[in-house]
């Protein structure tokens, strides 16, 4: 009985120096209740990527605004004035802020092509990840409301689609590129700044985004319906722009900086006034570098 009292009295010991044993290890690897510990949410924290302020090479891509259309003569790209990668001295593009005068030429990329509609993103992003670049620039989405009519403007779940696309081949393709992603301008406001002119309406007549330009001066209640029904969708493309952005930890949307700024006659072309001329390239080259050398961003 003595032996038989003393082995359980052994087992008893060892039981218990077991169970402090596992406690121990918990308290070392810093498992607490949640499962998880504060020493290594610190090291998570400590290796996620960080946003640089001072990329050293760009590439653009998006449409006719980043190819600078209508910017220096009649139904023409004019690259030289992009807001991106521009080269004129007036616009002081977003490349020649970053990267100088002497560099921007040799580590900038312009991919950006008038009439691309968010469907044609991923290729242009495909051509830019070649370079691998600390930064890429996407302005896209305006075709995708200016269409004949209202009834053809690219469905929201389709335009999500093709930038969740489009951004998960580049991550693919170049995974430390960093993104700065810029809000659709508001068009209605565009329509406000040249309907009073007969000369712009005549030139209007052309066929240019005709959801939101035809008849600028109808005030009946389907042109009215028309034009406010192309704004939300922008607002949508937009609000898709910034959602799928947030997913990405290398991704920044200008917060909506592009679509409120308050774009006045003379800063857009004097042959379409609606794509922005000179001074209007300028003015979206100071909301991009705002942004993209922000220590935080927009919120």
Same mark, same amino acid.
């Given at each position: 009985?003595?032996?038989?009292? *003393?082995?359980?009295?052994?087992?008893?010991?060892?039981?218990?120096?077991?169970? *402090?044993?596992?406690? #121990?290890?918990?308290?070392?690897?810093?498992?607490?209740?949640g499962?998880?510990?504060?020493?290594?949410?610190?090291?998570?924290?400590?290796?996620?990527?960080?946003?640089?302020? %001072?990329?050293?090479?760009?590439?653009?891509?998006?449409?006719?605004?980043?190819r600078? $259309?209508?910017?220096?003569?009649?139904?023409?790209?004019?690259?030289?004035v992009?807001?991106?990668?521009?080269?004129?001295?007036?616009?002081?593009?977003?490349?020649?802020?970053?990267?100088?005068?002497?560099?921007?030429?040799?580590?900038?990329w312009n991919?950006a092509?008038t009439?691309?509609?968010? %469907?044609?993103?991923?290729?242009?992003?495909?051509?830019?990840?070649?370079?691998?670049?600390? =930064?890429?620039?996407v302005?896209?989405?305006?075709?995708?409301?200016?269409?004949?009519?209202?009834?053809?403007?690219?469905p929201?779940?389709?335009?999500?689609?093709?930038?969740?696309?489009? =951004?998960?081949?580049?991550?693919?393709?170049?995974?430390?590129?960093?993104?700065?992603?810029?809000s659709?301008?508001?068009?209605?406001?565009?329509w406000?700044?040249?309907?009073?002119?007969?000369?712009?309406?005549?030139?209007?007549?052309?066929?240019?985004?005709?959801?939101?330009? !035809?008849?600028?001066?109808?005030?009946?209640?389907?042109?009215?319906?028309r034009?406010?029904q192309?704004r939300?969708?922008?607002?949508?493309?937009?609000?898709v722009?910034?959602?799928?952005?947030?997913?990405?930890?290398?991704?920044?949307?200008?917060?909506?900086?592009? $679509?409120?700024?308050?774009?006045?006659?003379?800063? #857009?072309?004097?042959?379409?006034? $609606?794509?922005?001329?000179?001074?209007?390239? !300028?003015?979206?080259?100071? #909301?991009?570098?705002?942004?993209?050398?922000?220590?935080?961003?927009?919120?």
């Open positions: 009985m003595r032996t038989t009292a *003393a082995r359980r009295r052994a087992r008893r010991t060892l039981a218990g120096a077991g169970a *402090a044993a596992v406690l #121990l290890a918990g308290t070392v690897a810093g498992c607490g209740p499962g998880s510990s504060g020493a290594g949410d610190r090291g998570a924290q400590a290796v996620a990527p960080r946003w640089n302020t %001072a990329p050293a090479s760009i590439a653009a891509v998006g449409d006719s605004i980043t600078g $259309f209508d910017a220096c003569s009649v139904l023409a790209d004019c690259p030289e992009s807001w991106a990668t521009g080269s004129d001295p007036e616009v002081h593009s977003l490349a020649v802020r970053l990267l100088g005068d002497a560099e921007a030429p040799a580590r900038s991919y092509a009439g691309s509609r968010m %469907a044609d993103l991923p290729g242009q992003l495909a051509e830019a990840a070649v370079h691998k670049p600390d =930064l890429v620039t302005m896209v989405g305006s075709n995708d409301a200016c269409r004949p009519t209202t009834s053809s403007m690219t929201v779940a389709e335009f999500r689609a093709g930038f969740e696309k489009a =951004l998960a081949g580049l991550r693919s393709a170049s995974p430390a590129s960093q993104v700065y992603v810029s659709i301008p508001d068009l209605q406001r565009l406000e700044q040249g309907k009073d002119s007969p000369m712009i309406r005549q030139v209007w007549k052309l066929g240019i985004c005709q959801s939101m330009l !035809a008849d600028p001066l109808s005030a009946v209640s389907g042109a009215t319906a034009r406010e192309v939300a969708r922008v607002v949508e493309y937009n609000e722009l910034r959602e799928v952005c947030a997913k990405d930890a290398l991704c920044r949307y200008d917060g909506g900086a592009v $679509f409120q700024y308050p774009f006045a006659a003379d800063q #857009l072309s004097r042959w379409d006034w $609606f794509h922005p001329g000179k001074e209007g390239q !300028a003015r979206l080259a100071e #909301l991009a570098h705002r942004q993209v050398t922000a220590a935080q961003p927009p919120r």
